[in-house]
């Protein structure tokens, strides 16, 4: 038993050292894909990874740059930490983060020399006593700030640095003697590295949160507008004349996309701080108002959880009478259609950042819908009975009334912005057809029957045969008119 157990133990070795090689291949190639994949998904990560490399390459000159190190010696090495930690994937990032240590290490610089100075006057047995209460007191004032959530949102990194840097400065500085040099050199370091990679962010193919957050605004108001296209067909199945091609009806991924939306509170709010801190670039002028794009985004998914719950009713399986869902399937998928087609108006207008003034009819068009169901409804003869067969229909119907209310709502707040972002106006391109007025020459007789009322007019000709032929190339009138 033990000779078969040994060899069986020996068999599993041998087949598993023989399985190695290709089970490490299929490693690599899965990580290639992966690493492939993520390039792909946004090339701009490829291009941020080189910039952070470009940013170290130049402050690591204060080492192999033997001027620079002999004037700022070890104190470099602060100018390669800031690059590291202050480098972000965005400009708003990248300048609120280096401006908030610039602005902490600096403040905490000069209190921290300041600390030390009072404290010297208490002399060498009160001056420890004196250091550690101010250090105690700064750093539970700086930490308690941290909580209010303004601070949080924006400056909490620059008050973590100040706090590092004080307690630093503070306790260094009791055993240090030439802690003024020593500050200099770690504040133009820190300084230099900060400025090196706001420079390499903002002139080296620079990724603007600003856009980023314009962009996700768009797609999301476009992701519920894909839906709310499609919806009415697809709960009616109500099917698109054949000659328009099969693909769209087997393609259901607009049922999904709106999906993500429901998530993207923390990203919005997190590109709108960053994006406060970018300076005016391209279409996005400085002071442009960020927080309406929060206010549509909060607009948006409200009217995503009323999606969230319409979608649920596609897999119903509760049977509506027929009767009822001719009542309301017309006005159901207006309503849809409608809304769809106002919100995919708004998304375009957000991204050509124009007015959006298609956006209006397409609300109305929905708004009337709304109105001709209810009135619809009301006319209609609904026996008790039949409340729970139609309660699955009605809740659809009630669940749109609500997204049109919404879908009002978001236009009302496109329009806001456009007007405080100042958007391109849109100029009627075409101008309306002017209705053809057809005059007629004739005479009017008199009819001699005494007991009658009534006149004859004779008509010989329309003015448009007069103006033929005084101008032989006038168009001519269309048949029917």
């Known amino acids: 038993m033990e000779i078969e157990?040994?060899?069986q133990e020996k068999s599993r070795v041998f087949a598993w050292l023989k399985a190695l090689p290709g089970k490490a291949k299929d490693k690599i190639v899965n990580v290639g894909k992966s690493i492939k994949k993520l390039g792909k998904d946004d090339p701009r990560r490829v291009i941020h990874s080189l910039k952070v490399g470009l940013a170290l390459t130049l402050v690591s000159l204060f080492y192999y740059w033997r001027p620079l190190y002999d004037g700022f010696g070890m104190s470099g090495m602060w100018a390669v930490l800031t690059v590291v930690v202050v480098?972000?994937?965005?400009?708003g990032a990248t300048l609120g983060?280096?401006?908030?240590r610039a602005c902490a290490t600096l403040s905490a610089a000069a209190l921290g020399l300041g600390s030390l100075h009072l404290s010297?006057?208490?002399?060498?047995?009160?001056e420890p006593i004196v250091l550690g209460f101010l250090v105690f007191l700064l750093a539970a004032a700086a930490t308690f700030t941290r909580f209010f959530p303004k601070i949080k949102a924006r400056y909490d990194y620059g008050v973590i640095i100040f706090i590092l840097t004080f307690s630093m400065i503070s306790i260094s500085g009791y055993r240090v003697d030439s802690l003024l040099e020593m500050a200099h050199q770690r504040l133009s370091t820190i300084l230099i590295g900060g400025a090196t990679c706001i420079f390499v962010s903002i002139f080296v193919c620079p990724?603007?949160?600003g856009q980023d957050l314009h962009n996700l605004i768009a797609s999301n108001i476009d992701k519920l507008a894909n839906y709310l296209e499609g919806f009415g067909g697809e709960y009616f199945q109500v099917t698109e004349d054949k000659d328009s091609g099969g693909d769209s009806k087997n393609d259901k991924s607009f049922l999904q996309g709106y999906k993500s939306v429901l998530n993207s509170k923390t990203t919005e709010e997190t590109l709108a701080n960053f994006a406060k801190w970018e300076p005016g670039h391209g279409r996005?002028?400085?002071?442009?108002?960020?927080?309406?794009?929060?206010?549509?985004?909060?607009?948006?998914r409200q009217c995503t959880y009323q999606i969230e719950a319409l979608n649920s009713h596609l897999t119903s399986d509760m049977q509506t009478p027929p009767e009822f869902t001719r009542l309301i399937q017309e006005s159901c998928i207006n309503m849809s259609s409608e809304s769809g087609k106002a919100l995919k108006s708004l998304s375009s207008a957000i991204k050509s950042m124009k007015h959006p003034n298609s956006a209006t009819q397409h609300v109305e068009n929905s708004k009337a819908a709304v109105n001709g169901l209810k009135a619809a409804l009301e006319a209609a003869a609904i026996e008790d009975s039949d409340l729970l067969a139609i309660i699955s229909a009605a809740t659809v119907a009630s669940t749109l009334f609500e997204i049109v209310e919404c879908v009002e709502k978001i236009s009302d707040s496109v329009h806001e912005l456009s007007q405080m972002a100042h958007f391109k106006k849109v100029e009627?391109?075409?101008?309306?057809?002017?209705?053809?007025?057809?005059?007629?020459r004739g005479t009017v007789k008199p009819v001699l029957d005494s007991d009658s009322d009534h006149v004859t007019i004779t008509i010989h000709g329309t003015a448009s045969d007069s103006l033929e032929k005084e101008n032989p190339r006038a168009p001519k009138p269309r048949e029917g008119e």
């Open 97 to 100: 983060k280096g401006i908030n």
């Open 428 to 440: 009627a391109t075409v101008s309306p057809e002017k209705p053809q007025l057809l005059l007629h």
């Open 5 to 7: 157990s040994a060899a």
């Open 120 to 126: 010297s006057l208490f002399g060498k047995e009160g």
């Open 284 to 300: 996005f002028l400085f002071r442009h108002p960020w927080k309406q794009y929060l206010k549509i985004g909060a607009l948006v």
């Open 207 to 209: 990724v603007w949160a």
């Open 87 to 91: 480098f972000e994937f965005s400009v």
